[in-house]
């Protein structure tokens, strides 16, 4: 089954506690992206990718950090989390830039 | 920087009415534009999409509209049903260089039995 899949779902942490949240993808899509979504705001891009090795910042990108070492994996690093990024962070990833971008379930984060 | 601008933030109609929403982008390097439907809980779908050489799409009750030179495009529901309540995203993507995707904020539809 074609799918985008994130780890964990749910995760509770601390202030300047580093953490990752994991992205992977079974359809080969080169394109990726990391998004997190807040109550009125919609959904602000963080980082995107555009093949292996290849990644560049979203409308939001600072307090992270990503990697694209595998075309199938796009992890989602926080070196510091700040209460501020505390989100429902989705990862998606689309054939080209033209297409649809098929997102996983979700990763809601909650920084105390 | 950037943006996508969406109305309303809610919307409410009866059964059977038409619903529309409106977003305007102002990156004119724009070239492909998607709406998503997201339930409560659960992960933005895409509904329909349309790419910038083309004005308009059409499958079954929906419709998308462009309008290149207005920066502006449209989503439009017909016979609209309880079970598409739920909030619609469009979205602007740049994809000449990068990637650069942005959201409008989102309109939350309520479609009255």
């Known amino acids: 089954e074609a799918q985008v899949t994130q780890n964990p779902r749910y995760l509770i942490t601390v202030t300047g506690k580093k953490l990752t949240v994991t992205c992977s993808q079974n359809?080969?899509?080169?394109?990726m992206s990391w998004y997190r979504q807040d109550p009125g705001l919609g959904l602000r891009q963080i980082y995107y990718s555009m093949n292996v090795e290849v990644t560049d910042k979203g409308d939001v990108p600072e307090g992270y950090k990503v990697s694209r070492k595998e075309k199938r994996n796009f992890p989602l690093i926080l070196e510091s989390p700040s209460p501020n990024q505390t989100s429902l962070y989705f990862c998606?990833?689309?054939?080209?830039?033209?297409?649809?971008?098929?997102f996983g379930p979700g990763t809601r984060l909650l920084v105390l | 920087g950037e943006n996508v601008e969406q109305h309303p933030s809610t919307l409410s109609v009866q059964e059977g009415d038409s619903a529309v929403i409106k977003c305007t982008y102002s990156d004119s390097a724009s070239n492909y534009f998607p709406w998503y439907k997201q339930e409560l809980g659960k992960r933005p779908q895409l509904i329909i999409d349309i790419r910038s050489n083309v004005g308009e799409k059409k499958d079954q009750r929906i419709a998308v509209t462009l309008n290149k030179t207005a920066k502006h495009f449209s989503l439009h529901i017909t016979e609209t049903q309880p079970e598409d309540s739920a909030v619609y995203f469009c979205?602007?993507?740049?994809?000449?260089?990068?990637?650069?995707?942005?959201f409008g904020a989102g309109t939350r539809l309520f479609v009255k039995a």
């Open positions: 359809m080969n899509h080169e394109y």
């Open positions: 979205a602007a993507t740049t994809g000449t260089g990068g990637f650069k995707t942005i």
């Open positions: 998606a990833s689309s054939s080209t830039s033209e297409e649809t971008q098929y």
